[in-house]
């Protein structure tokens, strides 16, 4: 059975922490630092959650400044014996 | 799986479009503008149109649109992008034009050069951010701000007794018959941006195939004219401004 | 080849002129008394031969705004209105000056202020040269005194302004644009390809090519140093223009006790006036500046220390008279004649006002 997964890379950076990625993420991947900021003073977004990731690229659609760049793979699981 | 694993060429499925350069967009965290910025750059990417594109900047926040999308541009007087895109397409019938206007700009100082370009059938493509509001003068009521809604000069909100209706004039435009192309979009979703990106793709090549005058809305959300987060500007998009400027085509041919 | 006669409108004039000369595009909106140009060149049908636009606008803003557009493409275009549809462009040329776009610009004066009268005037004369629009730009203005002239600034006016990149402007009145004469239409030029416009101006917004960066063109800029030091560089090419394009004509003025200084339809007038004047002994002269902007300001301080003075004949209430004042600096009398709201004066009453200076 084939899985998909993806990736975020967060260019931390430039990302104004808008969270608007962060809601449009369907699997629940994408949070907003706490604490950490960038050197604006934004709470930029990270990947709380990776291994949830299925690389639908809404976030980056969704994202006004390009901060976000997804990756997606399939893998192919083995069977279970 | 780490990172190594799956970065690359071959897993890539989104990244910042080529013709968007590095230059950090002034625009506020969580604006619309961006989002349709990167639509625009990676359609006439997409058609490899990039040499033969001339784009026209409204005034508004929208002003320094040049910076930011590696094409030729001209940035207008506040209202004329269409008058100014009128003659670029006319002198240049084989360059893809089209101009990218606020609600200010399109609907209230530039009414007139949107009308007439419109109904002589330009053959050019009008990218139109209808936000509600003037975002780069600080959120003073626009021809589009809803009834009731609260801005700088109607802080006790847009009465249509004294201050009119928001002027619905894509519907206006759609009726005449030098247009094409008029829908209206939003890009608040993820699906609602890959909407939005088809019809400015439509608008460009109707352009291009001079069928005459295209027209794409994109209904935004500006959080620091309406004193919001992001979040919860595009949900009050949503909630309001969609019943209002309901999405779809109103024209299409 | 037999030399090519016709007799025209001084406004018909300017159409065919721009034809021949290979202009790329006419941006207008009908007005009083200049809607000969439009009329002419839709009739011409340029679009058929040599592939000129011409585009009746819906209003003088959008016309000056695709004059805008078009030049901002190094495309050569042109707009005309009269004096209240100058106003409406004033805006716009602003914007052209300060993108340093080249373009052609005619304005048929009639007399104002307000709606005013569709009979002609020169009261645009402040409007033109010291401003009209906001900030710190200049027009190189052209003032022609007969239809022959209106037909041959039009390549001067478009020449000087690619030469420098800055709009030229050719200011004439009622008088001149409706007024038939003979006039020898220049030889039919050849527009420009695309390759040529691209090379003449590289700053052009026709698509970006792989071997240059974007072009872009806007007028705003929010750094003020940067901001001052765009108009630092526009004063240092209008000083090169003051330098290298002033032009004026001078008729009897060697010998002359005074002075008349006049333009266009005016100096028109002054020709006579100097003829009656000279018949009844009377040592007059006519300067009559060609450039009101760049103005001939050195000649006249050079005949300040000659004559005993100077009368500036204007239609309007005293405009040039001031720059003329400037230029001579108080070294003697400088008196002004005018008539007002369409009243255009005979050779008789501008010498009656002469021998009042005498």
Partial sequence: MAKVKGYVEVNTQRCKGCNLCVVSCPADVLELQPREVNDKGYHYVYMKNPDDCIGCANCGYVCPDAVLTVYRKKIEEKEKV | MDKNELTGAETLVYAKPRLVNDTEMHYCPGCSHGVVHHLVAEVIDELGWAEKTIGVSPVGCAVFAHKYVDIDWQQAAHGRAPAVATAIKRLNPDKMVFTYQGDGDLAAIGTAETIHAANRGENIAIIFINNAIYGMTGGQMAPTTLNQMVTTTCPEGRDPRIMGNPLKIVDMLALLDGVCLATRQSVHTAAAVKKTKRMIKLAFENAMANKGTSIVEVVSSCNAGWRMNPVDANNWMAENMLSVFPVGDLKNL | ?358
């Fill in chain 3, 1 to 358: 080849m037999s030399e090519e006669i016709s007799l025209m409108k001084g406004n018909e004039a300017i159409a065919h002129a721009a034809v021949r000369y290979g202009a790329d595009g006419y941006f207008g909106y009908p007005i009083t008394p200049q809607s000969e140009i439009i009329e002419t060149l839709m009739e011409l049908a340029p679009w058929k031969t040599t592939g000129m636009i011409v585009m009746q606008a819906e209003s003088e803003l959008a016309a000056i705004n695709m004059v805008y557009g078009g030049a901002g493409c190094g495309k050569a275009v042109m707009t005309s209105s009269s004096s209240t549809g100058m106003s409406l462009k004033m805006e716009g040329i602003s914007y052209i000056a300060a993108g340093e776009l080249p373009c052609l610009l005619v304005n048929v004066m009639r007399g104002g202020p307000g709606l005013g009268t569709i009979q002609p005037s020169q009261s645009d004369y402040f409007q033109t040269v010291k401003g009209g629009g906001h900030g710190d730009y200049r027009l190189i203005t052209l003032a022609p005194y007969s239809v022959q002239e209106m037909a041959d600034f039009v390549a001067l006016g478009f020449d000087l302004a690619f030469k420098y990149r800055t709009p030229s402007m050719i200011l004439t009145d009622g008088v001149i644009g409706q007024m038939m004469e003979k006039v020898r239409l220049p030889e039919f030029k050849r527009r420009r390809s695309e390759e040529e416009i691209r090379k003449q101006c590289p700053w052009a917004t026709l698509g970006r090519t792989p071997d240059r960066a974007p072009n872009f063109l806007t007028t705003l800029e929010m750094d003020s140093s940067l901001m001052e030091q765009r108009n630092i560089h526009l004063q240092a090419k209008y000083k090169e223009i003051q330098q290298n394009e002033v032009r004026y004509q001078e008729v009897l003025c060697d010998d002359a006790d005074y002075l008349l200084v006049a333009f266009g339809s005016a100096a028109r007038i002054c020709l006579k006036t100097v003829d009656l004047a000279r018949a009844e002994g009377l040592k007059v002269g006519l300067l009559r500046p060609i450039t009101l902007w760049p103005f001939p300001s050195e000649i006249l301080e050079k005949y300040a220390s000659k004559v005993k003075g100077m009368l500036t004949v204007e239609l309007n209430a005293g405009q040039m008279v001031e720059d003329v004042r400037l230029a001579v600096n108080g070294k003697m009398p400088v008196e002004h004649y005018g008539r007002l709201g369409g009243i255009v004066p005979t050779p008789d009453h501008v010498l009656e006002a002469l021998k009042k200076l005498i």
